[in-house]
């Protein structure tokens, strides 16, 4: 039985609205979170549902998996692949490292990587 989960994008963050945008265009079709508990429950065949502001809008899991970190994951996925405005390793993990304690949670956790 798949489950729905709601990932949050905010609104005020220019970034934030593009990846919403690029989703919802089919260019982004891997998403990624630091792999904290509540993004490990998130299997093949949920639904992620991203709000940003009073956006919604679905789309299914096809494929999770988890890495080590950035590097590890950009082995399988192209830089443009998660965030299709970044063209290199060092703009990514400068996206990534801009969120609160993110190059932190990366570094205990790892990423999980969501394909759409």
């Not at 989703?23 to 979170?33: A, Q």
């Not at 443009?80 to 970044?86: A, E, L, R």
Request: net charge positive; glycine share 4%; charged share 35%.
């Amino acid at each position: 039985m798949s489950k729905k989960h709601v990932l949050k994008f905010n609104q005020a963050n220019p970034e934030s609205v593009y990846s919403f945008d690029a989703i919802k265009s089919g260019e982004k079709w891997v998403e990624t979170r630091a792999a904290t508990e509540k993004y490990t429950k998130i299997k093949e065949g949920d639904i992620l549902v991203f709000e940003c502001g009073d956006k919604k809008l679905e789309k299914e899991v096809l494929h999770v998996e988890i890495f080590k970190n950035i590097h590890a994951m950009l082995k399988k996925y192209k830089v443009t692949d998660i965030m299709p405005n970044k063209k290199t390793k060092e703009d990514l993990e400068s996206a990534y490292y801009s969120y609160p304690d993110y190059k932190e949670k990366i570094e205990k956790f790892g990423l999980i990587a969501f394909e759409i």
